[in-house]
């Protein structure tokens, strides 16, 4: 074989791997060749992307629903042949290292994210063409992360018959959420004992074109104090943020990703009481490093 590897690396610019608009993207191409070898074109591309898809039955047929949209996509030219296709450019046997840099649009794009029936990737792909019959790939992808619109603390209030629920977000640094501290008033006139329950509820929605799905999830993350028949009582309780969550965000035509918090007592059979309030969620140090997992080299992944 004449391509032994090939790889494609980037530079970190933050402890976390992450990066931003207007970040500058940068690494290197890595390639072993067996022998002194004729080339028509290497090149090195990124591309951010967003994509969703979904298939629902509607009787005796199958409908399916898709979208994409790119976010930017750019080139860096390597290596190409002069005269279009005659493989005038040459790599030398062993290992040969290239280094690339892009410099990422400094606009409102959204972060990494998969979800149920969609996600949104950025990524690098080196391709080595040695003719037609012969080309050769590799993809990484890489954590992307865009400041949240979201101010450092929040606060909002509801009540209803029995309940009220104070929430409120606490950030124990500049750039992500840790918990969300929640403070319930219960009222509790019934003839027995009821203990509120916390959970975080997940909302996913994915859009395409003129169709729309949604998909749910609500996590339960504790119970608060007991109590007691025909007495009130107020309890605080901070839930801890999970560090896989993804951050909420809106700013994607395609989907949109957002939590709300939901404390639910049962005061009877027949009387069941919930306060749902918006929870939005900031990322956690850390949380897209799976994004940055590589393909294996010669994949080529969409």
Not at 57 to 65: A, M, P, S, V, Y
Not at 147 to 167: H, W, Y
Request: aromatic content about 12%.
């Amino acid at each position: 074989m004449t391509v032994k590897h090939l790889s494609v690396e980037y530079n970190k610019v933050n402890e976390r791997g992450t990066f931003s608009p207007g970040d500058t993207l940068s690494g290197k191409v890595t390639v072993v060749m067996s022998k002194e070898t004729k080339v028509q074109c290497f090149v090195v591309k990124t591309k951010g992307k967003a994509k969703v898809i979904w298939s629902e039955q509607k009787g005796q047929n199958k409908e399916t629903h898709s979208d994409k949209k790119i976010y930017f996509y750019f080139e860096h030219i390597i290596l190409q042949d002069k005269n279009k296709g005659d493989g005038s450019e040459i790599i030398s046997p062993g290992r040969n290292v290239f280094p690339f840099a892009f410099e990422i649009p400094n606009m409102y794009i959204p972060s990494s994210y998969e979800g149920k029936w969609g996600k949104i990737t950025y990524s690098l792909r080196a391709q080595l063409t040695l003719s037609i019959w012969s080309v050769h790939k590799s993809k990484t992808q890489f954590p992307f992360l865009t400041k949240s619109e979201f101010p450092f603390a929040s606060k909002s209030e509801m009540i209803i018959i029995g309940l009220k629920v104070t929430d409120f977000t606490s950030y124990f640094n500049h750039d992500w959420c840790e918990a969300l501290g929640v403070s319930v008033e219960v009222f509790n006139q019934s003839a027995r004992t009821v203990t509120p329950k916390f959970y975080l509820c997940e909302e996913q929605t994915f859009a395409a074109r003129s169709q729309k799905i949604v998909h749910t999830n609500e996590t339960l993350f504790g119970t608060g104090d007991s109590v007691p028949a025909h007495t009130n009582r107020t309890m605080t309780k901070v839930i801890s943020i999970p560090p896989q969550l993804y951050p909420t965000f809106f700013n994607c035509s395609m989907m949109r990703l957002e939590y709300r918090l939901k404390v639910f007592v049962a005061f009877s059979y027949f009387l069941r009481v919930s306060c749902v309030l918006p929870a939005p969620c900031l990322l956690p140090p850390g949380s897209l490093q799976s994004a940055a997992a590589p393909d294996a080299p010669g994949s080529d992944a969409a």
